[in-house]
């Protein structure tokens, strides 16, 4: 099915509201976004910004109502998503798209063995390998120490490394062909979140899937993006390979990202925080959502909302959702 | 029976906690349904007596065997054990079991039973019984004059506990023996086992009454001994019917004694269930799950304004009364023409309309539904203008205030104790309400100068006017504590006919002299006599045999089923 | 864990003791001479005699109170005034029936329960979801008495359907356990339902159906277990009133069972008995609270380490 030419998952203009009573409330407006077999991409943004909301609705995550899906196309292997009826839906959830959220405590069901949940993924999408010995391989996979024995714990007895790790195995359990990663590091401290990080680029490169990597910190693009979106109010306002985001970025909203971003040896307090808020859903501000935070603004940014446009500064392709990039 | 506390929670449990649940709904409710219902029960009360309704269902049918008779009973009780067993619901349950010497016949006159002849000496003191050969227990071993002694001595001894212990003190040896200070009554002599002779201190013509209770009925001696106290849960005796099992509180059934032939004894089974109430039993009745029922105040309504049910229903007039007694030591009722006024100003003909039919009027001490009465005695009119002038002669111009002390779990007397405040508030008494419960009226009203007036009630132990006149109004037995004389009534005229009719032993002179101490001690009024009970029955139509009998006013071995 | 249960069983005993010297003392500063309601009003002074002794009723308060407590403390609740039974013979051979009573209840009420609260959970907002809750309101005010009584009168005595009253068979107790459950239902589903949300909220319930797990796993795999484990608690504690006797509906159809006991003995003045079934709910209580307790950590691993 899937040839060179057919992105692993292609999301189009995709425009999603939360009704909330009569108001529908517009969480994403208009997101496009493409992620090729074996690409790793980073979806940035401040909480708020609609990336998490994205990366749930590629399998339709989201609890209907209150989402509602109001336009737009999500392909996974060129079918979509969309008209999927729930039997085929439940074989792309875990089967071909897995997850990892944000807090891996939460995320564990508590009352049941770990490996009995890595086993109940087994049995979903890979019956012939729902074995123990499968689980127990999963589980050396993502790199848990005594793994034979760690299955029959639950997961308050794990660590909050390992319990993600745990997550981990489990998405990938399936051999899934994307892994969508939502926050997978947030919750544990940075000396693990390291290790993580390196487990999924390890991972990665071994099993050849897909990785969507949904997070508020720029500094991890560097380390695992091939390349990078950034979203801001529920829209995406620039993407580019990571490398050459990374070194020349052209939307204010990732340039002030950039800023933000700690450095190692960097002084903590010289770090710049972007000024104001996200806004709050149902109340962006009209034409450019940016503009009220923005340092370049003018009086045109607040008339109309531009386009996400391809730009080419110095010779590359670059997407970005601002007539003023090169000012 | 004689009352006081133990019948309160024993004899007329039954009838009364039924009575509990809906006697207030059914006198007070406003709607004239309710009211067009009691009127109903009243009319049929008053025009059914229980020979009419019982003769046209049974006519001259031939009784049939076999069958089971399911029986209802709303609390459980201590023990069917015939030296225990002292209660409107296990006298005729013990009685299925266990006989006597003595029975009654339908007119209430004593007959013999397990004796084939009696006779008591000319000088009142020997009693002798000869016992009717070929009488069994259910296990098969024939009853033996010494059974009897056992009995007797059984009733007794303290340990046993039984109620009726001091009803055979009068047997010679028997203080001695209650006493610990021999191990048998001297006057239990058995000169051969088919002959039982009982030697007493002193004359007694009631003896033979007391000789017909069901104390004195006989029970295997090697069993008791063997078991003890247990023999309560293993209960074998010469009746008509023996216990086949029996868990406590929830019911049990009787099985045919093979070795009985007496009369009776016609269904196979006697099945009994224990718990719910009336009302319940009723509804339970109605779908011919039980085959009879003492109906309480609300069904007994329903039942009446049902064509059918009303063919089912059956009146009982027990002897009985309820009366409301002023202590003679306490002023302001130490004063005799206060007590009288009370005898007149209490309107007993409305307080019967407003027991909807379960109590009818009486005058006398003794209740007119025994078969011995005086024609003679004194009868106060409902008249408050005298009430009213007597309490004035009295000094009581202005009326008095009192406490009048009932027991709140009987439904008929809170019902009276309300209707007799109404009705002394009309001649200028102010009357406080006290009901308490059935274990305190042992310590407030039978104990001396603690209650001024209250309520109380006394069922028959046996059909002799000794037995209210003597028991409840004899000054010679007053004591400070557990007295039966809860008007300490102390008359030198009435204790000394009392103590003549007491010695004699011709019958109508006794009845004459009670006559004469009844008429006293109504002219005295320690009483104000106030009604009689009388119980509503509902019978399965398929249920016969069902005649009230005057002295144990059902028995259900000669109950039978006619399908 | 050892010393948790320690100091729980320390708790229960203390709780035991409370009761029983607070009932005791309740039951004995009543007035009335029970010895001479046990005897009978025509009692000889001796009857009375050899009664007050064999029940020590001779003896001061305090020193009965003690005795009372020897006795608790040896398992032995006395004798019945009225029946002369040991108390906890009374008490153990009316057990069965209650607690089949209650069994058949509890059953009945989460067969209905878990189905209802499951399903309004997921379905927040339809006709069955606001009528569960409406009539988890009404039977929670609904009096058991007259519930019982009603359910009585036309399933038994107009329809004819179930025997009125009485105890023969499982037959009889399917009407009494029907009006504990009508009355426990509502507040169960709602209960499920409350727990169910809330536990449907969750983030492993997302990673569930992430996971393509089915509706009926994540509902019934997933998110039940975990909405039962705090009613786990307020079942346990009814559990504990059921066996304490179910006063009303037992009465009602006249289900000899711990609850009529109760009332029976209240009645007669049975002083033994009303302290020997007071004893035994607080008994009941206490050692339903201990099971539970040991249950949580059995179905709530999380407990187990703490």
Known sequence: MSTDTTPLLAIRDLRLDFVNGDRPLRALDGVSLTVHAGETVCLVGESGSGKSVTALSITRLLPSPPARVVGGSIL?????????????????????????????????????????????????????????????????????????????????????????????????????????????????????????????????????????LITHNLGLVSEIADRVAVMYAGQIVEEAPARELLARPLHPYTRALMDSVPELGRDVTRLKAIAGNVPQLGAWPTGCRFHPRCPKAIAACAQHNPELSLVEPAGSSRLVRCPYWNS | MNTAIHKT??????????????????????????????????????????????????????????????????????????????????????????????????????????????????????????????IRFAHGREVEAEDYVFALERVLNPKTGSPGQSYYSEIQGALEFTRNETNHVSGLRTPDSRTLEIHLTQPSFTFRYVMGMVFAAAVPRELVSAQGDSFQYHLVGSGPYQLDFWRRGVGGRFKRNPHYTGPGAWVEDIVVMIGGDAALAAMMLERGEIDRVWLDPVSAVRFTRDPKLRTWLGVVDPVTTTYFFMNTEMPPFDNLRVRQAMNYGIDKKRLARFLGGLGAPTDGVVPDTMPWNNPQKPIYEFNPEKSRALLKEAGFTNGFKTTLWYEETRPLEKRAAEVIQQDLSQIGIEVTLMGISAAATGTKLRTRRQAACGLSYWYQDYPDPSNFLDVLLNGTRITDEGCNNMAFYNSALFNQLCAQAAASLNGSERSRLFQEAESVALRDAPWVPLFKERYVIAHHPRLRGTQAHPVWLWQFQQMWLSQ | MIKRLFTRLLWSVTTLMGTAVLTFLLINVAPGDVARVIAGPKASPDVIKAIRARYHLDEPLWKRLGFHLGQLARGDLGHSFVTDQPVSEAILSRLPTTASLASLAVCLWMFLAVPLGVYTARHQGTWLDRSVLVAATLTLSLPAFWLARMLQYWMSYKLGWFPVAGF???????????????????????????????????????????????????????????????????????????????????????????????????????????????????LAIVIVNLIVDMLYSWIDPRVRAV
């Open chain 1, 76 to 212: 996974l292997q060129g079918r979509d998503v969309l008209q999927m009826a729930p039997r085929e839906l439940r074989s792309v959830r875990g089967g071909i798209v897995s997850y990892v959220f944000q807090d891996p405590s939460a995320s564990l069901n508590p009352v049941i063995r770990i490996g009995k949940q890595i086993l109940e993924t087994l049995e979903l999408h890979r019956p012939d390998a729902a074995n123990d010995a499968e689980v127990v391989q999963l589980l050396k996979l993502v790199g848990i120490p005594a793994p034979e024995s760690r299955a029959r714990d639950y997961a308050h007895q794990l660590s909050g490394g390992m319990q993600q790790r745990v997550m981990i195995a489990m998405a990938l359990a399936s051999r899934p062909k994307l892994l969508v990663a939502d926050e997978p590091t947030t919750a544990l401290d940075v000396t693990i979140q390291a290790q993580i990080l390196d487990l999924l680029r390890d991972l990665k490169q071994r099993t050849g899937m897909a990785i969507l």
């Open chain 2, 9 to 134: 929670g024993g004899w007329r449990r039954h009838g009364v906690e039924a009575i509990r649940l809906g006697l207030s709904r059914a006198t007070s409710g406003s709607c004239a349904k309710c009211i067009r219902g009691m009127l109903l029960l009243v009319i049929f009360i008053a025009t059914t007596s229980w020979v009419n309704a019982d003769q046209k269902a049974t006519g001259a049918e031939i009784p049939r065997r076999g069958g089971t008779l399911r029986l209802w009973f709303q609390s459980e009780w201590r023990s069917l054990d015939p030296a225990i067993a002292f209660d409107s619901a296990t006298i005729p349950l013990a009685r299925l079991m266990f006989s006597g010497l003595l029975d009654y016949d339908e007119q209430a006159n004593l007959i013999p039973a397990q004796a084939s002849e009696w006779s008591v000496s000319p000088d009142g003191k020997v009693y002798r019984f000869m016992l009717r050969p070929g």
């Open chain 3, 168 to 282: 023969r068979g499982f037959w009889h107790l399917v009407l009494p356990a029907l009006t504990i459950a009508i009355l426990a239902v509502g507040y169960y589903a709602r209960l499920i339902h409350t727990n169910m949300v809330q536990v449907l909220d969750s983030a492993f319930i997302r990673a569930a159906r992430a996971r393509g797990a089915s509706e009926s796993a994540v509902l019934f795999r997933h998110a039940l277990p975990n909405a039962l484990i705090p009613v786990v608690t307020i079942l346990g504690m009814d559990i504990a009133f059921l066996l304490g006797g179910v006063m009303f509906t037992e009465n009602v159809f006249a289900l000899p069972g711990i609850g009529t006991l109760a009332v029976q003995s209240v009645f007669n003045l049975d002083v033994p008995v009303i302290m020997g079934t007071v004893m035994f709910s607080a």
